[in-house]
């Protein structure tokens, strides 16, 4: 009979292994599991994310773990893994599988939920701006950790981007490295914001078919048991099986020190993980239980981010540095700086902020505070304001053959503003006739209406305000 969350003893007093029938797979000692699952097995609240080709949440080996998520192929809210797919239900399990119900393996992680994020479309193809939006929604949602098990040649700014936005709320990006056994670097692991994760055999050689090099930070084993689509257990091989196994690891560590930076958490990973080294990676085989006992497990420390363009109408977002997850309370202040003083905005105390044209020239900062403690990010650059016309060009000057024209470019809101003035002819249709700030009247004209164009431009927008026309010239 078994018995729901039962553990077996084996081998030293402080090591644990579920009672499913593959719990004692290799690929679990290889991690150190059980010892790190007699500190830690996760807990509900601690989501991993999974950026992928959906989940199947009915699997009953994932039963109760799976939260609803996104289907960013479809745009609906269906983020169920499609007949004939199952890769994304393989890499939940080999995260998060339950353990001691009877069925299959026990992810690392055996208490953490899982966010199911479909971006794996027909033919296996994912769309660079899906993993981004996937990854941005991971944060929003309160993941702990996003795992990528796909990957490509191609780097993506926006997905680099999201990754450090990620970074900075406090939530860690794990990616496979891939399998194309050479050393030609494969996105999104080769970000350096990303824990990019090979595939070892589990006694620490390099898997023949891992992608490896210096941008390949861990090994995970090269196979481990997975959750097969349709309910059945297995085991899955390669990165995309390693990635999540270690995915999982990282999810222990944060639900073993919530308030741990994503600096403090990739340390505590390096130094465990180096004292077993893989050739063709920085560090080395992950070791779960020595990155448990590495983490500091201190207070708080909060490390304010802005991101965003600093442009009237666009939103800014604050990040702490701290996991969500963590319900850290946490009161925010958006402050106007200039020339080294900084005020405050008033109605400005969430952690997005849309400037105004009165922040204009202005650098913003923000401020955050929790109790005992508070910090202020860095400045942002000067709030830049689109050209917008408030009071039209005029033009000054008979309309005679002979007679110089000049143009007073009116009046206009916006920053660090660049004129160009374009002169024309209109009979009535108008025609350019010139490009500077005056312009001499000339025979040709006679009989037309003379105007003038002013084009204002910025790093913003370009806008363009025209005088009256003058009258007929003589």
Known sequence: ???????????????????????????????????????????????????????????????????????????????????????????????????????????????????PLRVLGPGGIAAMADVARAIDFAVDRGAAVVNVSLYGESPSQSVRDAIRRARAGGVLVVAAAGNEASEGEQYPAAFPETISVGSATYDGRRASYSSHGAWVGYAGPECAPVTVLGGASGVGCMTSTSSPLVAGVVALMRAHDPYASVAEVEEALTRASRVRPVAGFRAGLVDAAAALRELRRGSPVLRPTIFGDPVAGRELEAFTGIWSGAKLPVTYQWERCSRGACSSIPGTTRSRYVPTSADGGFRLRVTVATTGDGAASAQTRAVAVAPRPLVRPTVSGRARVGTRLRVSVGRWQGTDLRFAVNWHRCTPLCEPIGASRSYVVRRADRGARLLAEVVASNVVATATARSRATGVVR
């Open 1 to 115: 009979m078994v018995v729901a969350g039962a553990f077996l003893v084996v081998g030293a007093a402080y090591a644990l292994t579920p009672n499913d029938p593959l719990a004692t797979h290799p690929a679990y000692a290889a991690l150190n599991l059980p010892e790190a699952w007699e500190t830690s097995t996760g807990a509900p609240h601690v989501v991993i994310a999974i950026v992928d080709s959906g989940v199947d949440a009915t699997h009953p080996d994932l039963a109760g773990a799976v939260l609803a998520g996104y289907d960013f192929v479809d745009d609906d809210e269906d983020a169920a893994d499609p007949p004939g797919s199952g890769h994304g239900t393989a890499v939940a399990g080999a995260a998060a599988a339950r353990a001691g119900n009877g069925i299959g393996g026990a992810g690392p992680c055996s208490r953490c939920s899982l966010l």
